[in-house]
């Protein structure tokens, strides 16, 4: 009698010890050890100054990833930061696969139906970019309809591209998956002209002096938020204090001289 009730005992200590590691590796995914929430937070990394990898760590870095881990400290959470195609960060967010988007994301009127933003960062626009020395191109309206230009996928730059011709204004619109690969194929002659933002096509030619030239004027302005998933106001205003209070502190500023001057 005395060992059956050591064994029920034991039995019971067993399935509780079970039960409380089985509840331990169930718990909440989104806490760190320190119980801070923890985001996902994804980007295209092929639009430098915003999202690009280190050459040296191969790890996400860039404008968006210091202003993002910024507004997280200031506001107690941590990032978990994933490379995805720009075309699927959106369907990805809306998926509950990712919980923000920090990549350099112009919040039109088209993407505010379909996500929520936060207050917008950055004011750009779209310039049209050619190889160096190109003489026949001078602005937008010189591309002619025996010409290729191209653009990122999931872009204005793209659309805008796609445009052309359908219009019949352009032979071909060629749209990449990442920037890197349409700038060397503006580079080697693919396509005859670039379309693309600003800040992005300047920090190319920064990198690669001597390749490709801006050409015309700044074609339309954008304004870049962080998105998040249609009706997440509580994480949103968790950016946007966040982003109030490092521009407030002057951290915004110094982020911004580190990649932008």
Known sequence: MKMNM????????????????????????????????????????TFPPF?????????LTGFDVDMMEAIAEDQGFELKWENMSFDGLIPALQAGNIDIIASGMNASDDRR?????SDTYYDSGLVVAVKKGNTTITSLGAITADMKVGGQIGTTGADLCQKLQTEGKVK?????????????????GTIDALINDLPVTKAYIDAQPGTIQIVGDVLNAEAYGIAVKKGNQELLDKI??????????????????????
């Open 240 to 261: 946007n204090a966040g982003m109030k209070n490092i521009k407030d502190s002057g951290k915004f500023d110094e982020l911004y001289a580190k990649w932008f001057e």
């Open 6 to 45: 050591k064994k029920i005992v034991a039995l019971a200590l067993v399935m509780i010890v079970a039960f409380t590691f089985g509840a331990c590796g169930g718990a909440d995914t989104n806490k760190d050890a320190d119980q801070k929430p923890v985001y996902k937070v994804a980007m295209e990394p």
């Open 51 to 59: 999202d690009t990898t280190d050459k040296q760590t191969g790890e």
């Open 172 to 188: 071909e619109a060629k749209i990449y998956n990442g920037l890197d690969v349409a700038v060397m194929d503006l580079q080697n």
């Open 113 to 117: 139906e379909q996500v929520d933003f």
